[in-house]
């Protein structure tokens, strides 16, 4: 609330204004005020008279609702302002998407109580937007109006395919110069007037689904256009998926709200690494999302199937040890009955993941059943997989041994070839298996992880468990800087990526360092907090660290 003189109230003042018996307190309905998106409740203390309120309601206007504050733009509105009063005609000029229509909305708001008649916003857009383009460029102004993001050179050639555009490349670039779509030649994006023009004139066009349609097609073909295998094995995938969040995100909705079943989880299929891979955000709320779907879709068992198997992948970074048992036990029964060998395989391995903690064996058997199944599919990356889980299981189960011969396997097998699923897995328990034993073979899977996780790290961030598993490595070899300056980098990205609070994974970098240096007594009083936590570690590997 917000008095006359300008000060300022909590929202809970008005209750105990009004209990205070010698204060008369008015309310004065609702009012938008400049620097606010929504109206709100406005009070008068005392019984005093006063000039009306010289809100944006005491005007005539048609300013666009803001739903953020302007920030840091104080000094560029008063210049502006003080523009707008000595000149009948201001213009801005700046290349597109570094605010101008922003500051000048906020100047109009600033200034409308001086004007009679008002202030008004008249978007120019529509007015010379179509005029000025050729017909190919019309046409792919429209068509990129279905990104809901972002998008690459790469993205505009693929999206365009068949629309006629000789060279779309060369036609984006003429959109770039007429600052209609903004972008660094890397990443572009469609600016937010001209996206909203380029929609409302989708509906003077004779088809006006089709521009969203060919968006969801052309993310559903890409997809598809991996092995089955790499659904469940490939980075390359994963980081496109990465990169391609929100396009995939608006192409879920879409088909949801269809009820196109069966689009829909081979979607998710896709996806089903990529959610593994996610911030704890990003994967608690897929799992919401196909919660939702699974009780009002009408699934078949298959795409039943898949959606619960990439609810328990996602399980992991939104640590949700329920969904990953439960998603992974349907996900099983239904692939067994209805999926591929490569369907079944990965279902298998996500369900040995909660099984390894009640029967190593069992979970060990699960692990080689996908094993046989997926090289009988000669899907060799995804056996890979299998392997390096059963390194991790069998040292859950006690046999070390075993756990480092396995290893040593797996290292000749994703030797040479680009960094995946298997490869990372591989550097991964490298480093849990030799982390107490041999902390400078496990300095060199760090180095060799990082190294080979560089692409996604570069593109989104790492989240916070990947910087942990470094720390505790590090902080095996005695290196306080080290695991210091990782610890801070995990404690980043998870303020970052997730609403967690870290524990009890941050406290394995202490423990690891604690045991190095000497200090037992601090290392197994913290190992103890660590096991005894109702929270699960965030990955398999801290675990088995």
Known sequence: MVSRDGMNFSPTTPNAIWRSSATRMAHLGEHRLKD?????????????????????????????????????????????????RDHRLVTLLGIGGTGKTRLAAAVAADQANQYTDGVWFVDLVPAGTCEMLGPEEQT????????????????????????????????????VDRSLVAGDGQRHRLLETVKLFARQAWLRTPDPDAYLDRHTTWILDHLNSYEPQDW??????????????????????????AGHTGELAALFRALTLNYNYESGVRSAAVIERIDRHLTKLDLSDYERGHLNATAS????????????????????????????????????????????????NEAIAMLEEAYDIAEGAHAHALADVATGYLVAHNLVAGRTDKSRLILDELGIRVEGRSFDYAANLFEIFRMAVYVVAEPRIAREATTALMIGMAPIIDDSGAGWGFPILCSVTIGSSGDIDGTRLAVSEAELGMRRDSNDNGLPDLLLPAAALAWRLGHTDNARRWLTAIRGSATPTLTIGLTMM
């Open 232 to 257: 469940y094995s490939s980075f390359e995938l994963l980081t496109w998926a990465r990169r391609h969040y929100e396009d995939h995100r608006a192409v879920e909705d879409r088909l949801s709200q």
């Open 36 to 84: 606010l998106a929504a109206s709100e409740r406005i009070f008068q203390i005392g019984a005093e008279s006063f000039p009306p309120l010289r809100t944006l309601e005491a005007v005539r206007h048609n300013l666009p609702v803001e739903r953020t504050t302007l920030v840091g733009r104080d000094a560029d509105i008063a210049l502006v302002g003080g523009l707008v």
């Open 140 to 175: 792919l102004l429209l068509q990129l109006a279905a990104f809901p993001s972002e998008f690459s050179v790469d993205d505009v050639d693929a999206i365009s395919a068949g629309l006629g555009i000789s060279v779309p490349t060369r036609t984006l670039a003429g959109l």
């Open 313 to 360: 992948a996602a399980g992991l970074p939104a640590r949700r040890p329920d969904w990953i048992g439960r998603g992974s036990a349907v996900a099983l029964t239904c692939l067994r009955s209805h999926g591929t060998p490569e369907e079944l395989a990965n279902a298998l391995v996500i369900a040995s993941w909660m099984t390894v903690f009640k029967d190593a």
